[in-house]
């Protein structure tokens, strides 16, 4: 399923992809398309994480140490209810 492009739309988040990149490249023996997929994940991620916080005026740039399994449950909730996922996904 295609997805709309995100952006992270503060340095914090993009500091966490590249992060994420790197360790990506250095620990694992992934195929560039697999290392895309998954940076694709971390920024719909960061960027529903940016919105959602600014929903609710508690806005604040995303910062890995932030989530929490309370966060985590609600964007798996975001998954399935408003985009259709299944639960698999």
Not at 14 to 31: F, I, K, W
Not at 69 to 74: A, F, K
Request: aromatic fraction near 10%; charge should be positive; include cysteine.
């Amino acid at each position: 399923m295609k997805r709309k492009h995100s952006r992270c739309s503060h340095q914090t988040g993009q500091q966490a992809l590249d992060q994420y990149r790197q360790a990506l490249q250095q620990l694992e023996d992934l195929s560039p398309v697999t290392t895309r997929n998954y940076l694709s994940d971390l920024r719909q991620f960061i960027a529903w994480c940016e919105c959602s916080w600014r929903d609710v005026q508690e806005y604040r740039s995303f910062a890995p140490q932030a989530v929490a399994p309370s966060l985590l449950m609600r964007y798996r909730d975001y998954l399935q209810n408003a985009l259709n996922l299944k639960p698999s996904t």
